[in-house]
Each structure stands twice: as structure tokens, then as C-alpha cells.
């Protein structure tokens, strides 16, 4: 079973920039990684995704400023983040999907908090 780990977020100015990193532990085979995140009363919405061959896509509020990529050896996904704004501001969820059951393990969250 598969497990995730989460770190990069902190605070940041508008304008500034942080790289989020997510570990997969244990022995799954992932195919699909992924980046959501969380506003306060806001529904979870998809930021950036990439596949195991490297095709990626992006939400069109992120688009131009942050870049998804993935080290497969490692079992790890990144997420660059440039020209923050306060309304990037949410909870950072990345999730795997395992090669062999679909399913999608999630790691516990990161905060990112821009402010103006």
C-alpha cells in the first residue's frame, strides 16, 4: 500500500515563488500524479497533472506560472510554483494512481498561503 508525503508550502509573497515536492512510498507502481488544492469554502479543484510518460495538464488560473513534473525513480512529483497570488492561497493535495488498482492515494495536505 502506498503512502504520501507532502512538503514545500509556507508563506510567500505575491509575486514570489515555492516548489511543493510529493514522495510515494511503498511498493505501487503509479501511473497518473496530480496536484489539487483547497480554498476556505471553496470546492477542491484540479491544479496540474501528469502522466508516467511525462504529458501534462494544467488549470487554465495556473497556466504559464506553475510547472508539474516527476522523477519516476524516485516515486516523486513536483509542482513549481512562480508569481504567486493571494488566490493561490489553499491546502496542496497531490494524489498517485496505482498502476494496478486505479485507485488514487492522497497525501495529507500542504498549506501555501500568499499574501498581497
Known amino acids: 500500500q502506498g503512502q504520501l508525503v507532502e512538503s514545500g508550502g509556507g508563506l510567500v509573497q505575491a509575486g514570489g515563488s515555492l516548489r511543493l515536492s510529493c514522495a510515494a512510498s511503498g511498493s505501487i507502481r503509479i501511473n497518473a500524479m496530480v496536484w489539487h488544492r483547497q480554498a476556505p469554502g471553496k470546492q477542491r479543484e484540479l491544479v496540474a497533472s501528469?502522466?508516467?510518460?511525462?504529458?501534462?495538464n494544467y488549470a487554465d488560473s495556473v497556466k504559464g506560472r506553475f510547472t508539474i513534473s516527476r522523477d519516476n525513480a524516485k516515486n516523486t512529483v513536483y509542482l513549481q510554483m512562480n508569481n504567486l497570488k493571494p488566490e493561490d492561497t489553499a491546502m496542496y493535495y497531490c494524489?498517485?494512481?496505482?498502476?494496478?488498482?486505479?485507485?488514487?492515494?492522497w497525501g495529507q495536505g500542504t498549506q501555501v498561503t500568499v499574501s498581497s
Open positions: 501528469i502522466t508516467r510518460i511525462g504529458s501534462t
Open positions: 494524489a498517485a494512481q496505482s498502476a494496478s488498482t486505479s485507485h488514487y492515494y
